[in-house]
């Protein structure tokens, strides 16, 4: 069931998983004749104000898309400054995070990170692992079809070892294995920067979430952009392939594939 909150006006239903693709930063950096290294240390911001936010209205999870198996191929310079910044953030922002309650993940392929960076993110989930708050995924050389395979492979090996049948998987299998495990799949993802395609983000997860596409470059993203989102999810009927008339007209957004399922 999702939660519902009131701002002193309607109660309305809130996500339990948002999941933002944060995209616009060179842009962002390039109209300010910046580099784009500038722009990515300027989404900085956006980044600590919607995991505030979200730990505020109780948003159970936060994944953020931050850099993706294809970003591997910009610039090597870019791609440097990238994992710079991913070095300085974590070891930065891991006591606030903490102080706040957050669980922080980083889901992708770590392998391709250098053994640093790999030993640095191990540290922060393992310092932030035993915090009920805010579940926050951080997804670094992550790509959607990746996810996939990593999952199909981890289950073939179970299967050939004898450990699990080739019958026994299902979906709720399948998802288990996939990165983002036992989290409830994204209710509302929203992209900034413009551009309207999924850019092989949680390819399997995203099945079902409401698309919200933001005009703002991800630096500008801030609350008021953020309350536009959440007023745009809670404006959905969604309908899980059901008709509108089974929905029922007041059912709130949040409401998840199983309480219809539950319905008459
Ligand atoms: C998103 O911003 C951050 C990453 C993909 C790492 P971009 O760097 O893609 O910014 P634009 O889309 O070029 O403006
Ligand atoms: C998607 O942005 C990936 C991230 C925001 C991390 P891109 O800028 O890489 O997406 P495309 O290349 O425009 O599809
Ligand atoms: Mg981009």
Redesign the pocket.
């Given at each position: 069931m999702a939660r519902v909150v009131s701002d002193n006006a309607e109660p309305r239903a809130l996500p339990r998983h948002i999941a933002i693709?944060?995209?616009?930063?060179?842009?962002?950096?390039?109209a300010r004749g910046l580099a784009?290294s500038a722009?990515?240390k300027a989404?900085l911001e956006p980044v600590r104000l919607c995991v505030r936010e979200c730990s505020r209205l109780g948003i159970g999870a936060l994944t953020l898309?931050?850099?993706?198996s294809e970003?591997w191929s910009?610039p090597a310079e870019?791609v440097a400054s990238?994992m710079g910044l991913f070095l300085e953030t974590i070891d930065r922002e891991v006591n606030d995070l903490d102080r706040q309650g957050v669980r922080l993940r980083i889901i992708g392929n770590r392998q391709a990170l250098s053994v640093r960076l790999q030993a640095q993110i191990a540290a922060a989930e393992q310092r932030t692992a035993g915090n009920s708050g805010l579940n926050l995924q951080v997804a670094v050389s992550y790509g959607g079809r990746w996810d996939i395979v990593q999952a199909a492979r981890a289950l073939a090996a179970e299967c050939a070892s004898g450990a699990l049948a080739v019958a026994a998987i299902d979906e709720a299998r399948f998802g288990a294995a996939l990165e983002l495990g036992a989290l409830p799949d994204p209710d509302l993802l929203i992209r900034t920067?413009a551009?309207r395609r999924i850019?092989n983000f949680l390819l399997w997860n995203l099945a079902y979430a409401e698309l919200y596409f933001s005009e703002r470059?991800?630096p500008d993203f801030d609350a008021a952009e953020l309350a536009c989102a959440l007023e745009f999810f809670a404006g959905r009927e969604r309908r899980f392939g059901h008709t509108g008339a089974q929905r029922g007209a007041e059912a709130p957004a949040g409401r998840g594939a199983a309480a219809l399922k539950a319905a008459p």
């Open positions: 693709t944060m995209d616009g930063n060179g842009r962002w950096a390039a784009r722009g990515h989404g898309f931050a850099f993706s970003n910009r870019e990238l920067g551009e850019s470059l991800w």
